[in-house]
């Protein structure tokens, strides 16, 4: 941290009056492949943001993530004009950004007792340089530096999601790139390009070459034919099952029951169960690999407020769906006969109930969308 310019050591009689330093502490994390198999061990030194005074200690904190649509429609688009898609991954992509406001931090507890070389910091406090993970404003300074390299650098900002880029080279090929925090999707026909962006990155950030996209964001993504690309969450669905104690719980055929019983709802929920959290889980499937599950999801959400053990029964019984179907996923095809400049065709389906919430007496609207065929 010294060494790279993140911190600089003081003591803490040199801290000014008007600031308070930070707390800090370790986080432990294994990191995970698609099969679930352990890759790394991380351990980070991270603040504790909770602590910081707005206005003083930060101001803006938003920092802007592509939607999953957009992720969808790019892998769907690269498929159809048959690009090739490759991944970066940015190293402590934080510590690469700068921090206009002046910080100080503590260090973690009891680390001056690791051994006779860490007496040195004793009665020290850091000056901060660089926006450690647990600042509010960490996740802005990142992407306010990384989308100022690009466009400074040739890239078009989409209108539609502030991380989505596009490049358009001298000769006609275009090269797109997503930002997720520290991933990076490149997607571009051209290998050329591909190498040139990675370069050019890689001079400017401190980034490892992931090769060709297969992990990304819990989306696996596999290619079992030429045309033909597979995204699945199986992983993501394996964890659910677990942390919520239902593998060894009997499989099921279809997502939800017909309906949910208005008599069963309550005005107060049940706070014990934690409905809200298992919910949650279950959009973060529907809203990309799992549109299968995507009207029950929407019911469960009408009973965030007051949901009882029958909405929770509800709930696991999509979990044990899932559980049951966890290799499914979203198969992309190529079209044949399909050109790289052929313009794509985009068809949108709605459709809807009839007055069929029993509460309201209000109807139930869907929609999907696809491109050259590709939802």
Not at 154 to 169: E, I, M, P, R, Y
Not at 260 to 283: C, H, M
Not at 337 to 347: A, R, S
Request: charged letters at 20%; glycine letters at 6%.
């Amino acid at each position: 941290m010294e060494r790279n310019g993140v911190i600089k050591l003081i003591p803490r009689s040199a801290v000014p009056r008007q600031h308070t330093p930070l707390k800090s502490r370790f986080v432990f994390k294994v990191k995970r492949d698609a099969e679930g198999a352990p890759t790394r061990f991380k351990a980070r030194w991270v603040a504790k943001g909770f602590s910081q005074r707005p206005g003083i200690d930060f101001d803006q904190t938003y920092a802007p993530t592509p939607a999953a649509k957009t992720i969808l429609t790019v892998l769907a688009v690269s498929l159809q004009r048959q690009h090739q898609l490759h991944q970066l991954d940015f190293k402590s992509a934080y510590l690469q950004a700068d921090l206009k406001e002046e910080l100080y931090m503590e260090l973690p507890p009891h680390f001056t007792d690791i051994g006779d070389g860490a007496q040195r910091y004793a009665g020290k406090v850091c000056r901060l340089f660089k926006p450690l993970y647990g600042l509010k404003q960490a996740g802005r300074a990142w992407a306010k530096k990384l989308h100022t390299f690009l466009k400074t650098n040739g890239w078009a900002q989409s209108n539609v999601d502030a991380c989505l880029f596009t490049k358009l080279h001298d000769d006609g090929q275009r090269t797109w790139i997503i930002t997720y925090v520290d991933d990076l999707i490149i997607s571009s026909s051209s290998e050329r390009h591909i190498r040139a962006c990675k370069q050019q990155i890689k001079e400017s950030f401190e980034a490892e070459d992931l090769g060709p996209l297969t992990w990304y964001l819990g989306l696996h993504l596999t290619s079992p034919a030429d045309g033909v690309l597979h995204i699945t969450q199986t992983q993501a669905i394996n964890d659910i099952v677990n942390d919520y104690n239902l593998a060894a719980a009997a499989s099921v055929s279809t997502p939800m029951r017909v309906g949910i019983d208005a008599s069963s709802i309550s005005e107060q929920p049940d706070r014990r169960l934690p409905f809200r959290n298992l919910v949650g889980s279950l959009l973060y499937l529907a809203n990309r690999t799992r549109p299968d599950v995507s009207f029950a999801c929407g019911l469960l959400c009408r009973y965030m407020d007051r949901y009882t053990t029958v909405h929770w029964q509800a709930a696991k019984h999509v979990v044990r769906y899932l559980k049951a179907t966890s290799e499914h996923g979203l198969l992309f095809k190529r079209r044949s006969g399909t050109c790289k400049d052929q313009p794509l065709n985009l068809v949108c389906y709605s459709d809807a109930s009839f007055g069929t919430d029993q509460l309201t007496g209000r109807s139930t609207t869907g929609f999907t969308c696809y491109i050259n065929g590709l939802l």
